[in-house]
């Protein structure tokens, strides 16, 4: 089992619509999760970052984590074709070290 | 304020030669990690520095070395070069000492060995 686990996709959405993107992670002592946005070619960007329960709110994202179930997910809303690109799920380990999936690539389409 | 910068932004190696990547963390930031990426993969953990101190190693051979100096930039050398070297090499900044966990990425560099 990988430590953490995404759906490759692509998902596809249509401009305006929700993505809604998940992430499950196996060590069940993770306190940390963070979402990055990558754009081919390009790094990661940290888009979000969620410490409890719950869902976090920035503008457009959403992220919500349930411990209990061990998964992360993050909801983009208005979904805009600029969206497009791969995101990443990471989860903090031992140190600072982030485990990351392999990513989900978004489509938006107009 | 700046981001985090490397460089060089990209390098074409031969197999066996030695390669030495640098990157200057966000100024405050006192940690400074090295991710490598492969191709449809997530970042992998190398290395993870703070206050010139080696906090952390990856699942990584001894050809993989880093260091960080008093100015908190930091170093990652790989020797003898192996055609799997070949990935974006990436560093990422944080604040460290555990006032905060969030990992900021510079542009990284893209190693090439042929």
């Known amino acids: 089992q990988k430590e953490v686990e995404q759906n490759s996709g692509p998902l596809s959405v249509p401009e305006g619509a929700i993505a809604s993107l998940n992430c499950t992670y196996s060590d069940r002592g993770s306190q940390s999760f963070f979402w990055y946005r990558q754009y081919s070619g390009k790094s990661p960007e940290l888009i979000m970052f969620i410490y409890s329960n719950g869902d976090k709110e920035d503008g457009r994202f959403t992220a919500q984590l349930n411990k209990a179930s061990q998964y992360v997910s993050l909801l983009i809303r208005d979904s805009q074709p600029s969206d497009s690109a791969t995101y990443l799920c990471?989860?903090?380990?031992?140190?600072?070290?982030?485990?990351f999936g392999t990513g989900t690539r978004l489509l938006v389409s107009p | 304020d700046a981001g985090v910068t490397q460089s060089p932004t990209h390098l074409i190696k031969t197999r066996g030669q030695q390669v030495t990547l640098r990157c200057s963390p966000i100024?405050?930031?006192?940690?400074v990690s090295w991710y490598q990426q492969v191709l449809g993969q997530g970042p992998q953990f190398i290395f993870q520095y703070y206050e010139k101190e080696e906090r952390g190693r990856g699942n990584f051979p001894d050809r993989f070395s880093a260091r960080q100096f008093p100015n908190y930039s930091s170093e990652l050398n790989v020797n003898a070069l192996l055609l799997g070297d070949s990935a974006l090499y990436l560093c990422?900044?944080?604040?460290?000492?555990?006032?905060?966990?969030?990992?900021?990425f510079g542009p990284g560099t893209r190693l090439t060995v042929t």
């Open positions: 990422a900044s944080s604040l460290g000492g555990g006032r905060g966990y969030e990992q900021y």
């Open positions: 990471a989860v903090k380990g031992s140190f600072q070290k982030l485990v």
């Open positions: 100024s405050g930031h006192k940690s």
